[in-house]
């Protein structure tokens, strides 16, 4: 089974400045996918950015990026320049790749990012 | 516009009293699945379907059912809602079963008194 990890609650950043969200994640399987979902106070689940396991190179989408680690099971989303927008909760999630499988989303218990103008 | 369109997006129902949440896609997903959201769990699937006539449980699936007679739609059934079952639903829907994006509702607020 797969675990994934989000031991920080809460976290408050200052506009325009950078911060970055912590997440580690348990499996045994090698072909995966890791995802960042961002739920802001409108609900809706809105993907971020995301990482195939097989790439070395760190994914990036604008201000966001990630410090994926797969030998440390470790997947970090760094915000640059922080915005009042991001002020959202910020899930952390995998997914098993494989013919067959249950595209199943396992999330972690999520972080309350903050922006402070 | 392609979306993911959950009815209703609140609804407040009494102990027992049997209840669907409909969930429809308008992009020829094969894989559609159900999520419940409880504050400090994140988000725990509840069914999953990988085609027509093809549904299965997921991690938290008592008390719950599910159909899949169209491509397009997905309803979750509560046949005798209870307390334990409030909480924010979502459904997800996504091209195919390995590794690509998914989409999802605007979740449902479910208040079971």
């Known amino acids: 089974a797969q675990t994934v990890t989000q031991s920080q609650p809460e976290m408050s950043v200052q506009e325009a400045e950078t911060v970055t969200l912590s997440c580690t994640y348990d499996t045994s399987e090698n072909n995966y996918y890791l995802f960042w979902y961002k739920q802001p106070p409108s609900r809706q689940m809105i993907l971020v950015i995301r990482?195939?396991?097989?790439?070395?190179q760190n994914a990036t989408e604008n201000r966001f990026s990630v410090n994926f680690q797969k030998a440390a099971k470790s997947f970090s989303l760094k915000i640059s320049d922080s915005q009042l927008g991001d002020t959202a909760m910020y899930f952390c999630?995998?997914?098993?790749?494989?013919?067959?499988?249950?595209?199943?989303?396992?999330f972690g218990k999520g972080i309350t990012l903050s922006v402070r103008p | 516009e392609a979306q993911v369109t959950q009815n209703p997006r609140y609804l407040i129902t009494v102990t027992g009293k049997k209840l669907t949440v409909t969930c429809s896609q308008n992009m020829n997903h094969e894989y559609m699945s159900w999520y419940r959201q409880d504050p400090g769990l994140g988000l725990r699937q509840i069914y999953y379907s990988m085609n027509v006539e093809v549904t299965d449980k997921g991690d938290v699936p008592e008390g719950y059912k599910v159909s899949r007679k169209e491509k397009r739609n997905f309803p979750l059934i509560l046949e005798s809602p209870s307390p334990n079952q409030t909480s924010l639903y979502f459904c997800a829907s996504s091209f195919r079963a390995v590794g690509t994006e998914a989409f999802f509702g605007q979740g449902t607020r479910l208040t079971v008194v």
């Open positions: 990482q195939e396991a097989y790439k070395q």
């Open positions: 999630a995998f997914m098993i790749t494989y013919t067959g499988a249950n595209s199943k989303l396992t």
